[in-house]
């Protein structure tokens, strides 16, 4: 019962045994995940999302934010200045906004990106509101301030983007500080530290979110404080970090077990020196999987908090929607479920695209990331190696 | 008796949490200003000062003599005293379930769902409502087990095949998936087909799925299943004995109101389980691989145990072990979702209390004793989940 | 060489007969049916039981192809004790796992070869399960598995499995379930393979018969009067004779001391461990349906033997059996809901416990009630190990594969599982393949040995002829490493080089990197075995016997 693959395997033995070239460690692990990863049909599918988002993110940071405080896009009619080959039209300040074709865009908490290099090729003086293809498509006009979904989308990648690292990376630093010194030094240290872990881990995290975010909001401290956004990333930070100082404390516990840190320790290393070369290096691999599993979900958070009532948006503009996938999600469900009450059955048209793509391209992100962080977690994993 | 040792250990070990929890509360609570908590206990003077200083009674035109009403408030809520004073007053009064009044301003009262008015004690409030809370957490906590413990043995026994790859979707989606859009869609996809196919002409009925809510304000009688409300029902709520709807109308002997409330409930109880089986369903099915993996299988396989025995029994009750610690950690994952479901789905809750109260007016009664409440649930879980561990892994229970 | 051990003073000269082990009927399918006789003293042409033919198992992995049984080949007769000696890594338990298909599939797979059990071909079937696709590029292949056929073929070997062919693991630690007791998984074992035979014992038994009463009292005097553990054996041999059942002499035996010795009344305790051969409606009706699941069992072995001896399928008898145990379920089922399972199964579960407790006690240990009460993690290694030994011997089996059970315990307790392995061997005739890295081991055990080296036989030899004279260079540098007590000065040797990767094996003769006496040939070909003396057979270019015929 002799296979084919006899003859493959008698021309490779033809080769002598032993010595060959070494590869450098580092690369050979990386391309051995890699090589994982790739077999992993979702984990590349999730990876190629993600590039292709960060890309959008990227291009949009090339729009143009407008500099003044009230902008609107418009048609070419009825604005009373209009920027020649431009849509940009400007308005005195407090007046609405004068038809179905005209927008208000909020201002970006004051943050300036570099100005465009290639302007919107999407021309939007020919739609009105309505049931429309992507391009126009406009929430709710009684609502006081809207703006171009396709717009809001655009700038929505990069906040959500930015407000997700921000948030997952200020978190996962600190966290793994605590975790790594707990693990390390042990003792009494390792357990007030786990303790306060555990304090902080019992609270239900969006629960703690709301009461954090509240009382900032209203205390005299932080009220009147313009980035609204900055709020939004202490609140989540403060916590997020016990997720991480969890994993990171569980894993140099092991860590500190291998036989190679004994050996280091034989040969005489130091404490330092064993800490950075040995044990931080070690550690970090299940921090980076829960990093990228959280950039996926902090954003859905977000929408959680926007719907649960929460205005997350810089205070100087005046009750419109920031352009961030998870608000405008939230902004856009809430209604729903008046209508279902008040609605007489076939009568109300339901503007499903204004969740729907915000929401979907939520979904796209998680479960991208997740996707990716599962295939890493399956590649990085010693016993599910195949 | 290695059991119960093991048992109060752990508890002993949840006391500084239970402390921890408090403690933080306490914080946030003393970051509030002084205004916002003086407005909420005490009503707001005639003449509408609600500061620090008010004008002088002697003479109108000055404004910076102190504001009796503020005196008395601060006096009263203790607000001066040195913080550990404050510390320890706040500690009682948490474990003696003294945990302050409703919101005097409160908008609650404009919905008809709630009987108390501002004023009332918070934890009246909270009790009104846990019970519909703790029913919905029953349905999910159900679903939860029924659909992640016997899916994720198949995914780890079948592995990469069509059914391993259908749950991994499923649980990919759960992570993806926000309560909020879940909840709403799926309400609208089951509203929309119900009102369709039974040709009601308005979708109250179907869209109303709060217990309290169509019995307090119902328009029509065909809401009720049979056409006529129960006479129990129509003079007294609270005279039902146990306070949870399900059991009262079962104990009342209205069957089909029982089953309609049930219904009801599982709508939002596979959006609140949907999220905590994504992250329970890949646990127990990593875990399952691993002790798949341990040697053990190997001997049952080599003592020639039939294959479905080997997976089921010898390893899948190993893996239970981990996975039940695990439940106890996703609890307070798990009951994240309420307040968003709850609100979706209109459903009394404390969820939904919560997420009413956060918003202008601010009570902070309210909020912090149901995020006291769900902190208290959470450690009970784990204390529960203790206990089973500890029956269920001989290694523990003998020593 | 090695010096005999002291006579062993842990087998006590009370020990019971190991009737407990032995089946009482004829066995069904998979045991060795004749009587188990004493090994044969010669190199008698007995019964072939299990015949292995250039077994090829490779793993294929990230690294490339690992090729860690290249061609094995070894036969194994009725009641010998084959030991397979080499370094580790050599393969040896590779082969043990090879012969019951225990290889876990991705990341290995046999993919040659022929094992012949009884005549029955285990790996019948294998090539069907996947195909291979080497990668361009690298020394990777690319496997297509085909799930569907992989399970059947593990479903088949259950056949084999346990009642054919025992295996005991290396780790005796980790080998038990840790959740389950010692008599759950002692008992398991007995009802899969001797579920028949305990079924109608417990329906055979005669709970009422009135000479008890009398042997009863035989029993409790004698054990008040202190008279030595012989005699109390035998009246409670005679008690299980009244009763009709083995296991009420057991449970007997030992609650009669236990009652004794805590000061209560034996007599009602002995009357109330009749209660479980009283056997209510429900539980009568429930151990019948047990039985008759296990007759329909026994009867699908035989079916999966007859496919693995001349792959014929008759799939009406398959679809019958299938229809008849789910009828038998479904019948079953009411028992379910009358009698609450646990109720119905109780009797089972204590006729089980007290036969697990005699089988312990036929391992000659000192206390099995409380052993088969423990979980594996309060016992020792050494105690884990025998109970894994009573576990494969009570099902009966032709062959024990024995993969290096004493490495991981400490010599004394080596020498006490030796003595006991080779005790049994005596009294139940089992032919056992003994895998170990310790030569003084195998001159202990075993009868003939293979010497292994990177996935190739390069030895096989009656004991004492290897011993005396080792053929293969290998054999030669293995014999002359062993430390020499009687030489304090002599350098120790050593065989120069290390043990080669298996990924890209040296060409030809696998040993010839490290061979004092390597020719040209030897790394172009790989040497035939060939016969160079009574059952000795090498694989190697210096000697040019007969080529071995296989």
Request: aromatic share 10%; with cysteine.
């Amino acid at each position: 019962m002799e296979s084919t693959l006899t003859a493959t395997t008698e021309e490779t033995t033809a080769t002598t045994p032993g010595r060959g070239r070494r590869p450098n460690p580092h690369v050979a692990q990386f391309l051995r995940t890699f090589y994982y990863l790739r077999r992993n049909g979702l984990a590349m599918f999730g990876l190629g999302v993600i590039i292709a988002l960060i890309l959008i993110a990227l291009y949009a940071l090339t729009l143009p934010i407008p500099t003044q405080s009230l902008a609107f896009y418009c048609s070419t009619n009825g604005a009373s200045t209009c920027v020649p080959g431009t849509p940009i039209c400007t308005y005195p300040q407090g007046v609405t906004a004068p038809g179905p074709n005209c927008y208000q865009t909020p201002v970006a908490g004051g943050v300036s990106f570099f100005p465009s290099i290639i302007p919107p090729t999407f021309d939007l003086s020919h739609f009105s509101g309505g049931p429309l293809p992507l391009g126009s498509l406009t929430i709710d006009p009684s609502h006081n301030a809207f703006f171009n979904l396709y717009d809001g989308m655009l700038r929505g990648s990069d906040w959500s983007l930015i407000i997700s690292l921000s948030i997952v990376l200020t978190g996962a630093a600190i966290g793994a500080i605590v975790g790594a010194v707990a693990g390390t030094f042990g003792g009494l240290i390792d357990e007030v530290l786990m303790r306060l872990v555990d304090i902080f881990l019992s609270i239900p995290a969006i629960l703690f979110v709301i009461v954090i975010i509240a009382v900032l909001q209203v205390s005299p401290v932080f009220g009147t404080f313009d980035a609204r956004i900055g709020l939004l990333v202490i609140g989540f930070v403060v916590v997020w970090w016990p997720f991480y100082a969890r994993i990171v404390r569980g894993q140099v516990l092991v860590v500190r077990e291998q036989k190679y840190v004994e050996a280091a320790r034989a040969c005489g290393a130091g404490r330092g020196r064993i800490i950075l070369r040995h044990i931080l290096p070690n550690s970090v691999y299940p921090v980076f999987i829960q990093v990228s599993l959280d950039v996926g979900t902090i954003p859905l958070f977000v929408g959680t908090l926007v719907f649960l009532g929460f205005a997350v948006i810089p205070t100087s503009v005046g009750s419109g929607i920031f352009p961030e996938w998870g608000s405008i999600t939230a902004v856009a469900v809430t209604p729903l479920i008046g209508l279902l009450t008040t609605c007489q059955f076939g009568q109300c048209i339901i503007p499903w695209w204004q969740f729907f793509f915000p929401g979907f391209a939520l979904f796209m992100f998680a479960i991208s990331v997740n996707f990716l962080s599962d295939g890493l977690r399956d590649a990085l994993d010693p016993r599910l190696r195949r | 008796m290695q059991m119960w040792v093991y048992i109060v250990r752990r508890t002993l070990l949840l006391i500084p949490i239970i402390i921890g929890v408090m403690t933080i509360t306490f914080i946030l609570i003393s970051a509030l200003p002084t205004g916002l908590r003086c407005v909420s206990y005490f009503p707001i003077p005639r003449s509408g000062d609600i500061g620090p200083t008010g004008p002088c009674p002697g003479n109108p035109t000055q404004s910076n003599c102190p504001n009796p009403w503020w005196t008395h408030c601060v006096s009263v809520l203790g607000l001066n005293n040195p913080v550990p004073l404050q510390w320890a007053t706040y500690m009682y009064n948490s474990l003696t379930f003294n945990w302050g009044t409703v919101n005097l301003n409160s908008y609650l009262s404009t919905h008809t769902e709630y009987t108390f008015m501002g004023g009332e004690p918070v934890t009246s409030a909270l009790a009104q409502v846990l019970p519909y809370t703790l029913e919905l957490a029953t349905i999910s906590l159900l679903l939860i087990l029924v659909v992640s413990i016997p899916l994720g043995n198949l995914s780890a026994a079948n592995r990469n095949r069509p059914i391993d790859q259908a749950s991994r979707v499923m649980s990919f989606s759960g992570y993806a998936l926000a309560p909020f859009l879940l909840g709403s869609l799926l309400l609208m996809a089951f509203v929309i087909l119900i009102g369709a196919s039974n040709g009601w002409h308005s979708l109250t009925c179907a869209a109303s799925p709060t217990y309290l809510e169509f019995y307090h304000s119902w328009p029509a009688n065909q809401c009720f299943p049979g056409g006529n409300p129960p006479s129990w029902l129509a003079n007294n709520i609270v005279s039902s004995p146990t306070g949870f709807p399900t059991v009262d109308a079962a104990y009342h002997g209205q069957w089909a109101i029982a089953a309609d409330t049930l219904i009801r409930l599982i709508l939002p109880a596979f959006v609140i389980a949907y999220g905590s089986i994504a992250g329970l369903l890949r646990y127990v099915r990593n875990s399952m691989l691993e002790v798949m993996n341990l040697d053990f299988v190997r001997t049952a396989r080599a003592k020639g145990v039939p294959e479905a025995i080997v997976i089921n029994r010898h390893a899948g009750r190993n893996s239970l072990n981990v996975t039940i610690t695990v439940l106890g950690l996703t609890f307070a994952t798990f009951i994240s979702g309420f307040p968003v479901t709850e609100t979706v789905f209109g459903l009394t809750g404390v969820g939904r209390l919560l997420a009413l109260s956060i918003n202008i007016p601010f009570d902070y009664g309210i909020v912090f004793g149901s995020v006291l409440l769900f902190t208290y649930l959470v450690v009970a879980a784990n204390i529960i989940v203790d206990v089973l561990y500890a029956y269920l892994d001989p290694r523990v229970r003998l020593g | 060489m090695a010096t005999a051990l002291p006579t062993p003073t842990t087998f006590s000269p009370d020990a019971p007969s190991l009737s407990s082990i032995l089946p009482e009927t004829t066995p069904g399918v998979g045991a060795a049916g004749t009587s188990p006789g004493p090994s044969a003293a010669g190199p008698a042409k007995q019964a072939v039981v299990l015949d292995v033919r250039n077994l090829k198992t490779y793993f294929y992995t990230y690294d490339g192809v690992v090729k860690a049984l290249d061609g094995v080949s070894f036969k194994i007769r009725r009641g010998e004790t084959v030991g397979m000696v080499g370094e580790t890594g050599c393969g040896k338990s590779v082969t043990a796992f090879s012969v019951t298909r225990l290889i876990s599939d991705p990341p290995g797979r046999i993919v040659g070869g022929t094992i012949l059990y009884r005549g029955a071909n285990v790996l019948r079937g294998i090539d069907l399960e996947a195909k291979f696709k080497p990668m361009k590029g690298s020394n990777r292949v690319k496997v297509r598995r085909s799930f569907r056929r992989v399970k059947a073929n593990q479903e088949r070997m259950m056949a084999v499995r346990g009642g054919g062919i025992g295996m005991i693991f290396q780790e005796p630690t980790s080998a038990m379930n840790p959740i389950f007791s010692v008599s759950n998984q002692l008992g398991e074992a007995l009802l899969l393979h001797r579920g028949d035979e305990i079924i109608d014992a417990m329906l055979r038994a005669t709970p009422h018969a009135p000479e008890r009463r009398a042997v009863f009292e035989e029993l409790v005097e004698a054990v008040r009067s202190g008279q030595p553990t012989e005699t109390v054996r035998a009246i409670a041999k005679k008690v299980g004779d009244v009763l009709h059942s083995p296991s009420m002499a057991t449970q007997a035996f030992y609650t009669t001391r236990e009652a004794i010795a805590s000061g209560r009344d034996p007599l009602p305790v002995l009357e109330r461990n009749l209660r479980r051969l009283r056997l209510g409606r429900v539980q009568r009706s429930y151990l019948i349906q047990q039985r008759r699941l296990i007759a329909l069992q026994n009867e699908l072995k035989v079916s999966y033997m007859q496919e693995m001896r001349d792959g014929t399928f008759d799939h009406g008898e398959r679809r019958s059996i299938r229809r008849r145990r789910l009828a038998t379920r479904y019948r079953g089922g009411w028992l379910q809901i009358r009698g609450i399972r646990r109720h119905a199964r109780r009797p089972l579960d204590e006729e089980t416990f007290w036969r697990s407790v005699g089988l312990l006690e036929g391992i000659a240990i000192a206390n099995p009630v409380q052993v088969a009460r423990s979980y594996p993690h309060e016992l020792s290694g050494g105690m884990i190990q025998r109970v894994m030994i009573a576990m494969a011997l009570s099902a009966n089996p032709d062959i024990l594969l024995a993969d290096e059970p004493t490495t991981a315990l400490d010599v004394t307790i080596q020498a006490q599982i030796l003595e006991l392995m080779r005790d049994l061997k005596e009294r139940v005739g089992t032919a056992t393949l003994f895998i170990t890295h310790d030569l003084a081991v195998i001159a202990e055990v075993a009868e003939r040995v293979c010497v292994m080296y990177a996935g190739q036989v390069v030895e096989t030899a009656p004991v004492r002829d290897l011993f005396r004279q080792p053929l293969h260079p290998y054999s030669q540098g293995l014999l002359a490493s062993i430390p020499r007590v009687d030489q304090p000065d002599k350098q120790l040797s050593s065989i120069k080089g290390s043990v080669p990767n298996l990924i890209t094996p040296p060409t030809g003769c696998r040993f010839h990197p490290r061979c004092a006496y390597a020719m040209p040939i030897c790394r172009e070909q790989r040497p035939p075995t060939t016969v160079e003396g009574v059952e000795h057979t090498v694989a190697c270019f210096l000697y040019k016997g007969q080529v071995a015929v296989e």
